[in-house]
Structures are given as structure tokens and as C-alpha cells.
């Protein structure tokens, strides 16, 4: 007894098939004979169910919404590593907690995000203040319009950007590597 889905394929390219359809069912049978190489035959072909479920353990996503944040977590850390190698276990540990939130906290972080052009002004202030090099008026006019306005800032700045701070302040990293730093945070608060 012929197998029903074979006859109807068959039929479909002898008695329907246009000369594009052909084309298709070439390349078809192309990609297939080389799956067949490559696993050994029928026999050896992954199940796909199985071959999913390795895939899944191997890339260490469990199906939940936790395994899946462990996954992406991981992604980022390595994706930071390798982009902005300069900075610190305890910077990357701050970035990524900014941009993967505790989904069980009920917080998503420190509240609205600054825009990025609005905190880098914001930066440029408080370094030209902590620096020394801040206008006397430039300083008063921010005190008249915030009041305490170093100490808002800080608080409002993301936690790399005060540990970034805190290290150029204390000598730890030169500026070129300061602004280089601050600026890839900026673009990852973006």
C-alpha cells in the first residue's frame, strides 16, 4: 500500500508543477539528500522534539520566564565584556541590573530613566562642580532653580555612572577612559 502523502506529492509534481514549483521541489530534495548524508540515513535523523529539548538544556533556558532571564542575562554580560572590556565586574553587575530588572521585585529599576542627552549635561555639571571648574554664577543659578542640586543629581544618575564618578574622582582611571566609560554607559541607558 503506497503511502497517501507520497501519491499526492507525486502527483502534485508530475500532473500541477509549473516550472518554478519544479525549481522548489529540486532545491527540496537537494537540501534533503544532504540532511540524509549528514545524519546517516533515516534512521539516525534527530527527533526534532528530542533535538529541541537538548538545544533548550544546552543554551540553559528552562521554559520559564526565570531561565529565560538567566539566558539573557548571561547574553548581556558577555555581549558587555566584549564590547567595553574596561570596565569592572561590579559596573557590568549595575548595568545589567538596570536593564534586567528582579521581575519579582515589582520594580522596574530606579524609576524613569534620564534621557541620555539630559544626563550627560547633568554629568558634565557635576563633574565641572566636584572639579572645581564650575562658573560661581553657573552654580548658583542651578542652587536657585533645585536647591541642594549635587546631591539630586546623584541620586537621579544610574549606579555605573556614580561608580564611574567615584573611580575618576578618586584617580583610579584616567579621564580619556573616563569619557570613554561614561560613554558607552550613556548609549546602554539609551
Excluded at 49 to 54: G, T, V
Aim: charged share 30%; with cysteine.
Amino acid at each position: 500500500m503506497a503511502d497517501p502523502e507520497l501519491v499526492r506529492v507525486m502527483d502534485y509534481i508530475l500532473n500541477r508543477c509549473d516550472e518554478a514549483a519544479i525549481e522548489a521541489v529540486a532545491a527540496a530534495v537537494v537540501r534533503r539528500r544532504r540532511e540524509l548524508t549528514m545524519f546517516g540515513g533515516a534512521r539516525n535523523l534527530p527527533d526534532p522534539k528530542k533535538w529541541a529539548s537538548e538545544m533548550t538544556a544546552h543554551m540553559n533556558i528552562e521554559g520559564t520566564i526565570e531561565g529565560l532571564k538567566k539566558s539573557v542575562l548571561d547574553y548581556a554580560v558577555r555581549t558587555i565584556k566584549q564590547e567595553a572590556p574596561e570596565l569592572k565586574d561590579e559596573q557590568i553587575k549595575q548595568l545589567t541590573d538596570a536593564w534586567i530588572p528582579d521581575l519579582n521585585s515589582g520594580s522596574g529599576g530606579q524609576g524613569e530613566k534620564l534621557p541620555a542627552d539630559l544626563l550627560s549635561s547633568m554629568i558634565e555639571q557635576f563633574m565641572a562642580y566636584s572639579e572645581g571648574t564650575m562658573a560661581e554664577a553657573e552654580e548658583q543659578g542651578l542652587r536657585k532653580e533645585l536647591g541642594a542640586w549635587p546631591e539630586r543629581y546623584w541620586k537621579a544618575f544610574p549606579q555605573v555612572i556614580r561608580l564611574l564618578i567615584t573611580d575618576y574622582l578618586k584617580d583610579e582611571i584616567s579621564e580619556k577612559e573616563f569619557r570613554s566609560r561614561i560613554d558607552t554607559a550613556l548609549t546602554m541607558q539609551a
